[in-house]
């Protein structure tokens, strides 16, 4: 198993439309290279940085590999119900019908998207001082509002284009409840271009002036610094609809700001969402111990690689959820 291979590193490798290699998948649950088992792992893109820097640590100085790969939270289910994969990681909880399946969940983490803009948008500092009400959102989203000069007062005509995903994303999905129950297929439909994955929706941000989108926001944020980094811009949420932010909204400018309005429960939820690993039917003996690890000694990474952990109490929920699928 290659080490060092950091947050950033998985964000770059998503990017380039590859995933990190399922090795044992087809192996079987026994490491070829080791005496030690193989966890399989797959799905959530929003999940997997996180997910991969847990394995990198957990697997120092342990007889055991864990491989990781994307895809998406749909395809992670998938795998592992049909035994392709030991763990699914969701960017979502899970659904009734994938529960009837055997499905069992533990939720992880915290992670969050936020709407996105360039900050060379027309209209970028009005939008920076006054923010977008859930409503407006939601009009821009589904192409009830379509120039910048219906959300903002200035003397403006610049048209809005809306970007959206064309992959199977929890973060997508859970966008569209925020907005007021819109599907994925939904919101794509409405789009005026979707794009293949985070990384894809970042850059086509990064370069339309014009443009909106939303994004999961280790990719609006440097991972070293947690500052705003390239042309990417959160959009800030008016929650209160009084035209302006109040000094409680306004944690946009750094990560470690947004993360502690997400805990706070100044962030909204949704967007904000938990994230889970998941099993068919039962954690075997190597998953299940990597996930207790994580909901124990692995909380301590969370913060540092631009996430934020779930609570005490809920942690010890899951730590039982675990325990009775194991």
Not at 132 to 158: G, H, M, R, Y
Request: net charge negative; charged share 25%.
């Amino acid at each position: 198993m290659e080490r060092g291979y950091s947050r950033r590193s998985a964000l770059t490798a998503l990017g380039a439309g590859s995933a990190v290699a399922l090795s044992g998948c087809l192996a079987g649950s026994n490491s070829d290279s080791g005496s030690g088992p193989t966890i399989r792992i797959s799905g959530g893109v929003g999940p997997l940085p996180m997910v991969q820097v847990w394995a990198d640590i957990y697997t120092d100085e342990r007889d055991v590999e864990i491989d990781v790969s994307g895809g998406g939270t749909g395809v992670g289910v998938s795998d592992v119900l049909n035994e392709q994969v030991d763990v699914a990681m969701m960017g979502r909880g899970p659904e009734e019908a994938e529960l009837e399946q055997g499905l069992v969940a533990t939720a992880m983490l915290i992670d969050t998207v936020v709407g996105t803009i360039n900050v060379n948008n027309p209209v970028y500092d009005e939008l920076r001082e006054h923010g977008l009400t859930q409503d407006e959102l939601a009009a821009i989203f589904s192409k009830e509002i379509t120039n910048w000069n219906e959300v903002v007062e200035p003397d403006v005509d610049e048209p809005i284009f809306v970007y959206g995903r064309s992959d199977s994303s929890a973060a997508y999905q859970k966008w569209g409840e925020f907005l007021g129950g819109y599907t994925e297929s939904e919101l794509e439909d409405m789009a005026d271009g979707n794009f293949d994955g985070d990384q894809q929706v970042a850059q086509a941000i990064n370069n339309d002036t014009h443009a909106i989108s939303l994004n999961n926001i280790n990719y609006v944020y440097d991972f070293n610094t947690g500052d705003l980094e390239m042309n990417i811009r959160p959009v800030p949420l008016d929650r209160d609809g009084n035209g302006t932010l109040a000094s409680e909204e306004d944690f946009y400018d750094t990560r470690d700001d947004f993360l502690t309005a997400v805990e706070d429960g100044r962030y909204p939820s949704p967007p904000a969402r938990d994230m889970y690993l998941a099993a068919n039917g039962e954690f075997d003996d190597a998953a299940a111990d990597f996930v207790e690890w994580v909901l124990t000694e692995g909380q301590q990474y969370v913060r540092e690689n631009g996430y934020a952990p779930i609570g005490d109490e809920k942690l010890e929920k899951q730590r039982e959820i675990l325990a009775e699928a194991s």
